[in-house]
């Protein structure tokens, strides 16, 4: 098996300014612990193997010996995975926190989904609307794999309005969007094939990679310092070059990514950046897979046209979801593709389901019709959720930082210390449940980052942030990790 290796100078660029101030702390300490917060951070991938250490100390004008030293501390420490015959590789070590035993509480607030409420009126009117429709369908059998015809027809009228010309033949509707990506892997990857995803990531698209016993290959995404000067949404935040590596040297059957409103980080892919994307994906003659999911969801301005509208046909398979814009409840999700993959999806679904129910096609229909009517105060509502969530931020927590999230529904937080787990274990019995980072990662990573939603009101959000700040508070440190406190 192909061992992936970061690249010297790839390794020196992200360290940024690693080297210690004084006199007291070794360089090479400086240098591992610099490494360290690169892995718990998700931008070293777990897997991957560091440079060589001759590259590494031409890289950053050390010596071998400083390169070597720091080497042996990262596999002191659990940090590197040394087999005989190959390169030692990225790892997390165990570390065996001990989380404080959570107390049932009515009052948490959750914060491990990041899903909005019903629009209730809105959606109490279109299963209204639903119900008087469905006696049209008794005649029938009632079993449609690729979907209703009135529902694909107003799926395929989205895409045309948002530049992305799209025939009914092109689209198959699923029992959300999370099924929608389970089809595509069972027909499209075999156990053992690679796929590409983002790095961090929506966390039911890694667990759907691992039970086709397909393998996860990472590709972080940057953060915003390296995006291009006056741009807040650069294509920078995609590594492009590092997506299209990882491909080629992996030998990946698909690649998935979420170029809309990124989960959990809100970033967004410019045009030039998707047209690149699906130019390599191309020349690599992988499956690129855009989830859309979050689209709809712009609060300070609209994306560009979808992927699929600057990439080859039988090359961008398009997903998307009823569940982010309208209501969790509604388990409606759709794929775009080409007629015959379509064909072939539908036929391996028989042996999953036989379709999606009629009663939620109707409603989905019906909130389609009346989408930017009720996606207008949805908007406004979010960004005033958003606005909370910063001030609460600001003011009880004001060392934790975050990149703008342009759309989407949550901010991806960077905290000081490696805490996320062990403060995702003591937050309830605080009175707030949270989703740690190494939930968006590969085997463990982002141990400083959580996901903050800003789907609930701003009151809630200032009390979550509020109990969130006194939970970290009663964590202490331990040996540079944080651990919670056993009472």
């Known amino acids: 098996m192909v061992t992936r290796v970061i690249g010297a100078s790839t390794l020196s660029r992200d360290l940024g300014h690693w080297r210690p101030s004084g006199r007291h702390r070794p360089v090479y300490r400086a240098l591992a612990d610099g490494i360290r917060l690169l892995v718990h951070d998700g931008r070293i991938p777990l897997g991957v193997a560091l440079p060589s250490e001759r590259d590494l100390a031409g890289a950053l004008s050390l010596s071998r010996t400083t390169v070597t030293n720091t080497y042996a501390a990262l596999r002191d420490e659990g940090y590197l995975l040394s087999r005989q015959g190959s390169r030692s590789t990225v790892a997390l070590p165990r570390t065996g926190l001990a989380g404080r035993p959570a107390r049932a509480a009515a009052s948490v607030i959750d914060l491990t989904h990041a899903a909005v409420t019903a629009p209730s009126d809105e959606v109490t009117q279109a299963y209204a609307a639903a119900l008087e429709a469905l006696p049209a369908y008794y005649t029938g059998h009632g079993i449609e794999p690729v979907g209703l015809a009135t529902l694909r027809q107003a799926l395929a009228r989205r895409y045309d309005e948002r530049g992305l010309p799209t025939s009914p033949d092109q689209i198959m509707v699923t029992s959300g969007a999370q099924q929608a990506w389970r089809l595509l892997l069972e027909v499209l990857v075999s156990p053992g ?4 995803v983002d790095h961090p990531t929506y ?29 807040a949404h650069s294509p920078q935040r995609w590594d492009l070059d590092a997506i299209r590596d990882a ?26 950046g998707r ?5 390599n ?23 560009p046209a979808p992927v699929a509208s600057v990439g080859h046909s039988g090359t961008v398979v398009t997903v998307g979801s009823a569940s982010k814009a309208y209501w969790g409840g509604l388990r409606v999700g759709w794929i775009r593709a ?105 085997e463990g990573a982002f141990e400083r980052h959580v996901r903050l939603p800003y789907t609930e009101s701003a009151d809630r959000l200032e009390a979550a942030i509020d109990r969130i700040a006194f939970a970290y508070q009663s964590l202490k440190p331990t040996d540079g990790n944080y651990c919670a406190v056993v009472l």
């Open 193 to 196: 094939d690679r796929v590409v």
């Open 203 to 231: 966390p039911n698209a890694l667990e759907a990679i691992r039970r086709t016993a397909a393998r996860a290959v990472p590709v972080p995404l940057r953060p915003r310092e390296y995006s291009t000067p006056g741009s």
């Open 247 to 272: 491909t080629v040297q992996t030998g990946a059957r698909m690649a998935y990514v979420l170029p809309d409103f990124h989960n959990p980080t809100g970033a967004l892919l410019d045009v030039a």
């Open 275 to 279: 047209a690149e994307l699906a130019s």
């Open 281 to 303: 994906a191309r020349r690599a003659g992988t499956t690129l897979v855009v989830d859309e999911s979050m689209a709809d969801l712009w609060l300070d301005e609209a994306p």
């Open 338 to 442: 080409s007629p015959a993959l379509i064909s072939r999806l539908a036929t391996s679904r028989a042996a999953v389901d036989i379709g999606t129910p009629i009663m939620d096609q109707l409603a989905c229909a019906a909130l389609i019709e009346r989408h930017e009517e009720i996606l207008i105060p949805r908007r406004a509502e979010l960004r005033r959720n958003r606005d909370a969530l910063t001030a609460a931020l600001a003011r009880h927590l004001p060392d934790w930082s975050y990149d703008p999230a342009p759309g989407g529904l949550s901010l991806w937080v960077q905290m000081p210390a490696a805490a996320s787990t062990a403060l995702a274990a003591v937050a309830p019995a605080h009175g707030v449940a949270l989703a740690a980072g190494p939930r968006f990662g590969v």
